[in-house]
């Protein structure tokens, strides 16, 4: 007789005793492999977490010039402003094109949808003017009034959208006192530099283009530790994610704080938060009306740097 | 001797529970630790906008296959997916894809086949009899992008195959070709009806429009083809 319709047939106990052990044996085994899995993939996400040192290598600003001799004009004020990227890129701060350009050109395509002046231009003009904080003000706004505003959707909305209320909830980070144009500006200033770097801005635009930041940015900070506190902060509230994901965004971000501002060789600690800054022209505006992309006054004015934008667009339009 | 047999006798009912348990107990830290590094409660994190890299062209077609692919170019920029597939994805599982234009798909309401269908019926219809805001030429362009991007969505979505959606396509390019002879005059027209349209930072839908015209673009070459070579 088969010996597994023997198990099943024969003697008088009960069926579960009779094929007990074979499930015992099978249940240790996959017992084993679960613990032996969790222990390789446990020591693998454990090789791939950069440690401090590695990370304050990754982090460490990267100069054109010798700091030692460095005398900042009033263009490395804005190169200041984008230097949070210029760091991530490993590029150098005080230059306003990258030197190497497949980078940028991959970064503006990959995560911009970017691959030309009028996409560009156009993205600029949206940071500038809405960006992500009028959206993030309004909602940490809403939910620090009424906390319980979201309940009724909650089943309907995205896990982001629920990680953020839950973070305005309890305000972590002080999130209900973050000003949020920190995290559009320094966006702004690092397309600014990849849009000049590869030749769709030109040298007087681009640099025009980052003054126009200085007035917003000085008014709503109070110096570069405030500019780059509002802007990790808010980079975390963006990031819409905890867990270990966001503890290697926080250690890379809180190395990336330390090179900016340490006192040997952090872009800011050799600008002035008060140099003077030329006024810009805003040729931003007469390039997006040369390209056709505005051709009327906006219906929606969301900031006050968009009411500016907005002015310089009437006054000159053709008629 | 045996093991098997050893157990067996002296085998206990609670043996095998404790194992259970055991084992919901490992299961249950291995789900754990991969929600943790999904990242807890939170989203998916940085994920790109674009998938389609540097140069998002790849496939060599005909021209009046461009041409054809040409009439839903305006949406498939403004949303980074491919101009030179019916499907606007590259063909073959990819995850990244799936999950965009499964974003796209559901956005557009038209993952339901009955959902589609009477959109594009809706389209077909006002390409057919417009109404009078979309009489004039600059109406018929939106009507007609739209209606060649919603029988792009159905080939994504799976409900029409690329030979239907080219036939669909070319039935209703056949009569713009009344009111338009070049991509430029047909983009002018599309973006002068799209002013104020919902859902579109007008800024941004012209700049997509404009680079549609570079030379890597749908849209590189302006004049449409005199005679058709398809039918």
Known sequence: ?????????????????????????????????????????????????????????????????????FTPRPEHWPLAVAAPFSIEN????????????????????????????PQLLAQVHALLCDGHRTEFAHEVEQWTIDPSAMDEFADRIDAELRWRNHQVRINARDIQSVRFEAWDLVRAAMLVRAGYSLNWLS??????????????????????????????????????????????????????????????????????????VPTSRLLLVDAL????????????????????????VTERLPD | MNPLRSIREEFDTQAIITLVVCLLIALLGWWATRRQSKGGTGGEGYSPADLR??????????????????????????????????????????????????????AAHVVDRGSWSRLVDSARSELAEPSPSYNDASGRAWVLTR?????????????????????????????????????????????ASSAGSAG????????????LYAADGPWSDPGWPHDLNIS
């Open chain 1, 289 to 312: 009306i040369a390209e056709g992309l505005v051709t009327e006054p906006s219906t929606f004015i969301a900031t006050p740097l968009a009411l500016q934008i907005d002015r310089a």
């Open chain 2, 53 to 106: 890299g540097i140069d998002p062209r790849r496939t060599a077609l005909d021209a009046d296959e461009i041409w054809l692919l040409g009439f839903a170019a305006p949406y498939v920029e403004h949303h980074q997916l491919l101009h030179d597939r019916w499907g606007l994805a590259p063909d073959g599982p990819n995850p990244a894809w799936q999950r965009k234009l499964g974003a796209v798909l559901s």
């Open chain 1, 203 to 276: 040298r007087a635009e681009a640099l025009d283009t980052l003054y126009l930041l200085a007035p917003t940015l000085r008014e709503r900070y109070d110096g570069w530790d405030d500019l780059g506190h509002h802007f990790f902060t808010a980079r975390w509230y963006w990031f819409s994610q905890g867990g270990l994901p966001m503890a290697d965004e926080d250690a890379y971000d809180a190395g990336r704080l330390r090179s900016l501002t340490d006192p040997e060789n952090g872009p800011w600690s050799f600008v002035p938060w008060d140099i003077q």
């Open chain 2, 147 to 191: 209606y060649a991007w919603l029988v792009r969505l159905g080939v994504a979505a799976g409900h029409v195959d690329a030979d239907a959606a080219r036939h669909h396509t070319l039935a209703a390019a056949t009569s713009a070709r009344a009111l338009f002879t070049n991509w430029s005059d047909y983009g002018d027209a599309f973006l």
């Open chain 1, 90 to 117: 490993r590029t150098s701060w005080d230059r306003l094109d990258f030197t190497e350009l497949d980078g940028p050109r991959q970064g503006l395509a990959e995560a911009w949808a970017i691959r030309s002046r």
């Open chain 1, 1 to 69: 007789m088969n010996p597994g319709v023997a198990l099943l047939v024969a003697d008088d106990q009960p069926v579960g005793e009779r094929i007990g052990p074979y499930v015992f044996w099978s249940l240790l085994v996959l017992l084993l492999a679960v613990i032996v899995w969790a222990r390789v993939k446990i020591r693998r996400n454990a090789v791939k977490r950069p440690t401090t040192a590695q990370y304050a290598q990754q982090t460490r600003a990267i100069w054109e010039a010798d700091p030692a001799t």
């Open chain 2, 200 to 211: 579109f930072d007008p800024v941004r839908l012209r700049a997509d429009v404009r680079t």
